[in-house]
């Protein structure tokens, strides 16, 4: 299959879901590393990055080990969304996103994120604007429509299509649906038939083979994956158990605590990390315990040295 959208290998098409809160760099490098073949960033105030707020910039890190990546924007002022994405654009980085399936409050309230699937007209002219102040590709997260009354995927990927998109990423859920109830398979096979750009399909992938599974289903171009792929980056590979051992888990943690040290200042990101060492032990017997332990940390060099004493424990045994 030949894909105008280059980022997105054949091979492995499984890719990493922007997360806020969680696929900061050092989780795509970690992501990248167990096979995810496109990650994207947490999304990004297109009125804060034009404004130059610290918080916004520090979203922006990125290095050439975790390319090709991908770094969302989220905004409702097509004016506003397009100087953002002349910024992003300077980045080396493969690709910009559009958030138009995000169901928070304060996002939607504004007419951000899944709002844009109730307002087209504005849509289009949020993906125009970004397309045009981009020499990078664009790509469009959207959901399958507002609520179950108005499913509209099909018709908004082929507006964002017609405004230069190149690729779609289908949260098959409406926005009334949050993040739960059973995933709209039909809503993404029907956006697949009413474009020609590649089409990823995201929701409630629990398992590489679930992934493998879906994508010879519904034929779409990648499977993009989110809350399983947290404290389980090893979702991306087909050739790890996929319940794999505590040593495995535990060594799969270290590389994250290190990744992090590098790459982020640990300690102001102490809960960030706790929350992504507690989702190691998710199902595992040792869990609640190790849990506990980690909750208790008051500290960065507390939580390494809990981690690191339970590596040498296991990898002992
Ligand atoms: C903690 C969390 C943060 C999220 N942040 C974003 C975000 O910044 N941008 C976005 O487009 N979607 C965001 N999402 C939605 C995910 O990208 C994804 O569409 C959703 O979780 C469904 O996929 P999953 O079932 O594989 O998790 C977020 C989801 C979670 C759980």
Known sequence: MIFPFRAIPTKNPFILAPMAGCTDLPFRLLCKEHGACLCY????????????????LGLLRTTVAEQPVAMQLYGCDPGMMGEAAAILAGLPIACI???MG??????????????????????????ASVCNNSPKPVTVKIRSGWNQHTINAPEIAKIAEGAGAQAIA?????????????IDHRAI??????????VFANGDITSHEQGVALLKKLGCAGVMIGRAALGAPWIFSGAVNQHPSMAYRVKALLRHLELAETYLAPEPNLSKIRNHAWKYFRGTTNGPAIRKQIDAATSYPELRTFIHNLAERVFRQ
């Open 41 to 56: 960033s947490e999304m990004i105030d297109c009125h804060g990055l034009v404004a130059q707020e610290e918080e916004c």
């Open 97 to 99: 996103d559009i958030n």
């Open 189 to 198: 096979l029907q956006t697949m038939e009413n474009v020609s750009i590649p």
């Open 170 to 182: 289908i949260h098959a859920r409406t926005w009334s649906d949050g993040f739960t109830g059973p």
């Open 102 to 127: 995000c169901p928070m409050e304060k996002i939607v309230q504004k007419g951000s994120g899944a709002a844009l699937m109730k307002n087209p007209r504005l849509a289009e002219k949020i993906i």
